[in-house]
């Protein structure tokens, strides 16, 4: 079993960062993704970024390059997500989630942990 926490989310201005934290615990997987998702109201969970925890390799969807960046801690077992130049359309609940699978992964239902989630909310 694998349990995910997220950490970090809160209300920010257009324009500030934020940093979320992925804390996994139990028998992860270090070949295996840890992603990050999002949802806002009245839309489809949307992929964000992911990181293979063993090589580092990361993955990022198109919208978030260059904005977001993941990354991972190993002593603290924690995944982040750090998100610059926040914009009112990033305003959602973002979800941390585990895969069994060996390889980058960008597709919810290739995931099989996920976290309670963390709200966002970006607005002046």
């Known amino acids: 079993q694998v349990q995910l926490v997220e950490s970090g989310g809160g209300l920010v201005r257009p324009g500030e960062s934020l940093r979320l934290s992925c804390a996994a615990s139990g028998r992860t997987c270090s070949s295996c993704p840890v992603g990050w998702f999002r949802q806002a109201p009245g839309k489809e969970r949307e992929f964000v970024a992911t990181?293979?925890?063993?090589?580092?390799?990361?993955y990022y969807a198109d919208s978030m390059k260059g904005r977001f960046t993941i990354s991972r801690d190993n002593a603290k077992n924690t995944v982040y997500l750090q998100m610059n130049s926040l914009k009112p359309e990033d305003t959602a609940v973002y979800y941390c989630a585990a895969s069994l699978r060996l390889d980058i992964v960008s597709q919810s239902h290739e995931y099989n942990y996920w976290g309670q989630g963390t709200q966002v909310t970006v607005s002046s």
């Open positions: 990181i293979i925890w063993s090589t580092s390799r990361t």
